[in-house]
């Protein structure tokens, strides 16, 4: 006996929802892998820079304040003014000024600012804090003094929204634009002035805007990276999964092949209609019919699909057994052992039917 069965099998297509999972989380992970990067790395190279840039200042305001009291004495200040302006043009400083306690400028290391000041700082209050710049002298104070100072002419390299999240998560002095270092200059034992330079942060912040640059690439290459991984773990993923389903399929198919075999059988035996086999019309006729055509066809409708609903198919039946001629699934052959057969009646059976005794045995003529 031979069945023929159409099996649709859904294929396995691309996991995008576990591509989408390995790529969030490891997304997840190297956004924070370089926030760690970037803060840490950041503050420890700033705060390495800071603490070079006060090492030097404290050697190099101790050097100024010797030249000073020097040329102070001998009221000759070329030396100073050339150690002034060698260290602007090493990018060691800024600006530098010597100036006395009324706040007259003795040497300034740029010649057209000692002009527009006339002299004196105090006659620009808002570029030059007098207060803090002789407070070396003020305080009578042998020490270097290192402070941070706003130096006006400098402007900020960020943005607003940028700088204030580099001064919550970076560095909080991101606002003031460099340092104020200063000694007091000493005739005898009195202080008669301090000798000053500025230093600008802008090293600091040229490494701020190339760190961002720096941690944005490696954000960037790890983020492609995290999405090349999640294609490639979901590529292996779908491969092994097909393998699975294709030998799990292959080992249901020969299992209900052996099964659909063995109860073909035993089918053959006990539900093929022979062309010979009498079936009895009535109890009041002891003729009998034969099922006679070449098939038999039966119509039922069977709840034979796991979610029980009725699938209607065509099954023929004849000398060799029972056929599936209309149905689109999977049946097994136990169910086809619980169909009964109907047998209906050809019109070359009807036709061999005698009418033995047509009128009622009450109603004969007696013969004469």
Same mark, same amino acid.
């Given at each position: 006996?031979?069945?023929?069965?159409?099996?649709?099998?859904?294929k396995k297509i691309?996991?995008?929802?576990?591509?989408?999972?390995?790529?969030?989380?490891?997304?997840?992970?190297?956004?924070?892998?370089?926030?760690?990067?970037?803060i840490s790395t950041?503050?420890?190279?700033?705060?390495?820079?800071?603490?070079?840039?006060?090492?030097?200042?404290?050697?190099?305001?101790?050097?100024?304040?010797?030249?000073?009291? %020097?040329?102070?004495?001998?009221?000759?200040?070329?030396?100073?003014?050339?150690?002034?302006?060698?260290?602007?043009?090493?990018?060691?400083?800024?600006?530098?000024?010597?100036?006395?306690?009324?706040?007259?400028?003795?040497?300034?290391?740029?010649?057209?600012?000692?002009?527009?000041?006339?002299?004196?700082?105090?006659?620009?209050?808002?570029?030059?804090?007098?207060?803090?710049?002789?407070?070396?002298?003020?305080?009578?104070?042998?020490?270097?003094?290192?402070?941070?100072?706003?130096?006006?002419?400098?402007?900020?390299?960020?943005?607003?929204?940028?700088?204030?999240?580099?001064?919550?998560?970076?560095?909080?002095?991101?606002?003031?634009?460099?340092?104020?270092?200063?000694?007091?200059?000493?005739?005898?034992?009195?202080?008669?002035?301090?000798?000053?330079?500025?230093?600008?942060?802008?090293?600091?912040?040229?490494?701020?805007?190339?760190?961002?640059?720096?941690?944005?690439?490696?954000?960037?290459?790890? %983020?492609?990276?995290?999405?090349?991984?999640?294609?490639?773990?979901?590529?292996?993923?779908?491969?092994r999964y097909r393998?699975?389903?294709?030998?799990?399929?292959?080992?249901?198919?020969?299992?209900?092949?052996?099964?659909?075999?063995?109860?073909?059988?035993?089918?053959?035996?006990?539900?093929?209609?022979?062309?010979?086999?009498?079936?009895?019309?009535?109890?009041?006729?002891?003729?009998?019919?034969?099922?006679?055509?070449?098939?038999?066809?039966?119509?039922?409708?069977?709840?034979?699909?796991?979610?029980?609903?009725?699938?209607?198919?065509?099954?023929?039946?004849?000398?060799?057994?029972?056929?599936?001629?209309?149905?689109?699934?999977?049946?097994?052959?136990?169910? %086809?052992?619980?169909?009964?057969?109907?047998?209906?009646?050809?019109?070359?059976?009807?036709?061999?039917?005698?009418?033995?005794?047509?009128?009622?045995?009450?109603?004969?003529?007696?013969?004469?």
């Amino acid at each position: 006996m031979t069945t023929e069965k159409k099996i649709k099998i859904r294929k396995k297509i691309f996991p995008l929802g576990m591509f989408l999972l390995i790529f969030i989380i490891q997304s997840f992970i190297v956004v924070s892998a370089m926030t760690l990067y970037f803060i840490s790395t950041g503050k420890k190279r700033i705060a390495d820079m800071e603490k070079y840039t006060r090492n030097y200042s404290m050697t190099l305001a101790d050097a100024f304040a010797d030249v000073a009291e %020097l040329s102070f004495r001998t009221r000759q200040y070329k030396t100073l003014q050339s150690l002034f302006r060698e260290k602007i043009r090493g990018n060691t400083i800024d600006e530098a000024f010597f100036v006395l306690n009324n706040g007259s400028i003795v040497v300034h290391s740029n010649g057209e600012i000692e002009k527009e000041l006339s002299g004196n700082i105090a006659n620009d209050e808002f570029t030059y804090n007098l207060d803090m710049i002789l407070a070396p002298s003020l305080k009578k104070s042998r020490e270097t003094h290192f402070s941070d100072y706003n130096i006006i002419s400098q402007r900020n390299p960020f943005p607003r929204d940028q700088r204030d999240l580099i001064e919550k998560y970076l560095y909080p002095d991101v606002r003031i634009m460099g340092w104020l270092i200063g000694r007091a200059v000493y005739s005898g034992n009195k202080p008669v002035g301090t000798v000053n330079f500025l230093i600008s942060k802008k090293r600091i912040f040229d490494f701020i805007k190339v760190h961002i640059e720096e941690t944005i690439m490696y954000l960037r290459y790890g %983020l492609e990276g995290s999405l090349a991984m999640a294609f490639l773990l979901s590529l292996i993923i779908l491969f092994r999964y097909r393998s699975i389903q294709k030998k799990t399929l292959s080992f249901s198919s020969s299992v209900v092949t052996k099964e659909g075999q063995a109860a073909g059988k035993t089918m053959e035996k006990t539900s093929t209609l022979q062309r010979a086999a009498l079936a009895p019309e009535s109890e009041s006729s002891p003729d009998v019919t034969t099922a006679s055509g070449e098939y038999i066809t039966i119509d039922i409708s069977a709840a034979i699909e796991d979610n029980k609903r009725e699938v209607p198919m065509e099954i023929n039946v004849d000398d060799d057994g029972i056929h599936i001629e209309k149905y689109e699934g999977e049946i097994f052959m136990e169910d %086809l052992q619980a169909i009964e057969p109907v047998r209906e009646e050809s019109l070359e059976s009807i036709q061999r039917h005698t009418v033995k005794d047509a009128i009622p045995a009450a109603g004969k003529r007696p013969r004469q």
